[in-house]
């Protein structure tokens, strides 16, 4: 992204985000992981509860993760780009 937040760093090779590059970004990330540790030990014996919150937990981390990518999401081919 060029004119949005930068929370996350681009990946070297490939495509999406690296580690976070800001406060902000270990925020989210520590707040993901909260989430879905938390589900994982409080409905690990209620599967469909515990994917009901894991899959939203993902996407919404996912979402964020592509929105505040410094330069976006794009295919990236090392030094080259």
Not at 28 to 54: D, E, M, Q, R
């Amino acid at each position: 992204m060029d004119d949005g937040p930068e929370w996350f760093s681009a990946k070297r090779f490939g495509i999406g985000s690296a580690m976070p590059c800001s406060w902000q970004g270990w925020l989210v990330t520590a707040v993901y992981f909260a989430a879905t540790l938390g589900a994982a030990i409080g409905f690990a014996h209620k599967p469909l509860i515990l994917l009901s919150v894991i899959i939203p937990a993902t996407v919404i981390f996912l979402i964020v993760a592509w929105r505040t990518t410094k330069g976006g999401w794009r295919w990236r081919w090392g030094r080259r780009d």
